[in-house]
């Protein structure tokens, strides 16, 4: 969701924030990739509409630049959308060196990890 929020911004140049279309499409496409809301592809693809099919290939680029380098593969970041109650989809994210960071009831995963030798192998 933040990343196809400030896609918008950059798109529309919101606020005090100057118009950068390239960059608003290539973070609107990093949210529209993979496991996201419906609301948020159709929005990528509502924009991409008005992009003339000539620079079509041009914004493939710059969307698979920003996903190589923001999107889940990149930060670690994967997400699981369920829809268990057959009314609201819910999307479930997780950071996949979370528990290196967390504290949770007092321990530190970073400490409890280092004390079971995980860092030493």
């Known amino acids: 969701m933040s990343q196809a929020r400030l896609g918008e911004i950059l ?4 606020g005090s ?11 609107m496409g990093v949210a529209a990739s993979g496991t996201t809301l419906p609301s948020i592809r159709n929005r990528f693809n509502e924009l ?6 000539a620079l079509h290939s041009r914004l493939s680029s710059i969307v ?3 996903t ?3 999107g889940s593969e990149a930060t670690g970041v994967n ?3 369920d829809k268990s ?11 996949e060196d979370e528990w ?17 030798g995980a860092y030493g192998q």
């Open 11 to 14: 798109v529309l140049g919101l």
């Open 68 to 70: 190589a380098k923001y």
């Open 100 to 116: 290196k960071y967390a504290k949770y009831m007092g321990v530190d995963g970073a400490d409890a990890l280092a004390d079971m």
């Open 64 to 66: 698979a630049a920003y």
């Open 85 to 95: 109650d057959g009314y609201f989809t819910i999307i479930y994210c997780r950071f």
């Open 79 to 81: 997400c699981l959308r």
């Open 17 to 27: 924030v100057d118009q950068d279309i390239a960059a608003g499409m290539g973070w």
């Open 48 to 53: 991409k509409s008005h992009v003339p099919s």
